[in-house]
DNA sequence: AACGGACTCAACCGCATATTG
DNA sequence: CCAATATGCGGTTGAGTCCGT
């Protein structure tokens, strides 16, 4: 049923528009839907994703009278209709992927997607825009600059990891060190990535994830430098891989690390530079 | 309870790229 | 090789919801 606020619009079909088993004549005025999809609609495109497979989306209006375009049928199939696609809050482990692979891809979001089972483009981009780049207006900070991204890197996604650490310490009882040097390290800390491809003691930082005194931006960008604009070390990407190991569930996922103490925490560091 | 601004996210749009005939 | 068509991607929009006043 069509609602006040549909919107429709009119296209001349053709009958390369509907594929050989078109259900309409040439140049016949069909009035394609726009807006929310319906139940049934839902219905109809699963049935036919499940009959015909995905793909041939613009052959769906002509066979399963669907009064979409092919683009809103796979948009609808890809973001909501498809199976194992994962709804509700970005989990930590989910937002530290996502600070990661943005600094290391930009906005390329189906990319990033891919590497975050059952969730979609879509829906990264919206978290991003919604959140990080809030955040970053917040802060008075450019998403896109290198102080921004630097800050996300060694200072953000680090507490990030704290904050699941934590998580996963309090729910299981156990200790899971995410800096793997043999020494005993009184101290949370970082590891830098230009500096591994040469591993040496100086190869971890101490940093406050706390937010305590002590840590600064000025303290910490010399030591940024260098490495600030190189990608991810296989080290890295694999204690990245250790946080998502140790996080058997996702029943933290409503978790928001952007509290105002946080932001705050933020905002001084930022300023200090 | 009513209002309005802020926020979220599903869906659309335009463009780029891939595929097909 | 070229044109037409299909598909994919990132940016943007706006309806619905939330929340403070």
């Not at 919107?7 to 009958?15: G, P, Y």
């Not at 041939?56 to 194992?84: D, E, F, Q, V």
Request: some cysteine; hydrophobic content about 30%; overall charge neutral.
């Amino acid at each position: 049923m069509d609602t006040d606020y549909t919107k429709s619009v009119h296209m001349m079909r053709t009958l390369s528009d509907c594929g050989s088993s078109a259900a309409y004549t040439n140049e016949e005025v069909v009035v394609m839907k726009k807006g929310p999809w319906t139940a049934e609609e839902d219905s109809v495109l699963i049935n036919y994703v499940n009959v015909h497979g995905e793909g041939h989306w613009n052959s769906i209006a002509g066979i399963a009278g669907l009064k979409r375009t092919g683009k809103s049928c796979r948009l609808r199939w890809l973001n909501y209709l498809r199976p194992n696609v994962r709804r509700g809050n970005i989990t930590l482990h989910e937002q530290l992927l996502i600070l990661d692979l943005h600094s290391r891809w930009g906005n390329r979001w189906s990319k990033i997607a891919e590497q975050l089972p059952g969730r979609t483009d879509n829906e990264i981009k919206n978290y991003w825009r919604t959140r990080v780049v809030k955040h970053a207006k917040q802060l008075k900070c450019d998403v896109n600059s290198k102080k921004f991204r630097d800050t996300m890197r060694f200072v953000w996604m680090p507490r990030l990891m704290e904050q699941i650490q934590a998580s996963n310490f309090g729910r299981q009882g156990q200790i899971t060190t995410l800096c793997n040097n043999t020494k005993a390290h009184t101290e949370p800390c970082v590891t830098m990535p230009s500096m591994l491809s040469v591993p040496t003691s100086s190869d971890r930082v101490p940093i406050n994830l706390m937010g305590g005194g002590g840590s600064s931006w000025s303290s910490l960008s010399d030591s940024f430098e260098k490495g600030s604009t190189s990608t991810l070390c296989t080290s890295q990407k694999r204690e990245y891989s250790e946080v998502q190991e140790v996080e058997p569930c996702n029943d933290f996922g409503g978790v928001d690390m952007w509290t105002d103490e946080n932001i705050c925490f933020l905002q001084q560091l930022l300023a200090d530079d």
